[in-house]
């Protein structure tokens, strides 16, 4: 860690605790309503879009403040967007752009150094083996959106890694998630697949921003 405070050891102090109350709330409220999906409305959406925001609020209450805070708080405004724009199947594509934006954000924040290319291609390789097996499911206009997304989540993921503590665990629940929702979407419906994907995609993301309390200079009002 050279000198990093850990972001699990962090979660003792009352403030932080505090602050990730309304995340959890809103989490059980997420999955105690548990609107249907073919339901599409504004309260729906914001019902989703609940926790993600509150994870923003927790960032400007808690973290230290910088651009890598900044570039985390991006993160979670678009893939804000993107739950809501995903409520409805018709906003597809700028749901999926949302988040591909957010991933960027992500890429930011966690930086480009060290480079470690030898993680970059294990990443690369799995994701190249899950999405051949995907492409062959996916109508032809879909394609290209679809396979530009994995390769921005891919080299997020491998950012991430190589930032590591929870930073790497969220990426790896976050491409969890992506994955079981893109398969239970385009080759065949699984069970239990929006409670896997949405109870992932929440860890994912807290465990994500938990990140930005690696650096010191916790707030402490």
């Not at 609107?35 to 609020?57: H, N």
């Not at 949405?198 to 309390?213: D, E, G, N, R």
Request: hydrophobic residues 55%.
């Amino acid at each position: 860690m050279g000198g990093r405070l850990r972001s699990f050891a962090l979660l003792k102090y009352p403030q932080v605790r505090r602050w990730l109350a309304p995340f959890i709330l809103a989490c059980s409220l997420y999955f105690l309503l548990w609107i249907p999906v073919d339901q599409p409305s504004w309260v729906s959406a914001l019902i989703k879009c609940q926790p993600i925001l509150c994870l923003v609020v927790f960032l400007w209450a808690v973290a230290p403040g910088g651009s890598s805070t900044w570039l985390l708080q991006g993160a979670l405004v678009c893939s804000a967007v993107g739950d809501a724009c995903l409520i409805w199947p018709e906003a597809f594509f700028y749901g999926t752009a949302a988040f591909s934006v957010a991933h960027l954000f992500y890429l930011g924040a966690f930086g480009l150094t060290p480079l470690q290319p030898g993680l970059l291609l294990c990443t690369t390789l799995a994701s190249l083996t899950y999405y051949s097996f995907l492409l062959l499911h996916l109508e032809q206009g879909m394609v290209l959106p679809v396979m530009a997304y994995g390769l921005i989540l891919n080299s997020m993921l491998w950012r991430s890694l190589v930032w590591g503590g929870s930073a790497s665990w969220g990426a790896v629940l976050f491409t969890f998630s992506d994955g079981v929702l893109a398969w239970d979407t385009f080759v065949y419906s699984l069970p239990f697949a929006r409670l896997v994907t949405m109870s992932t995609y929440y860890a994912a993301q807290l465990l994500l921003i938990l990140s930005a309390l690696r650096n010191p200079g916790l707030k402490t009002h």
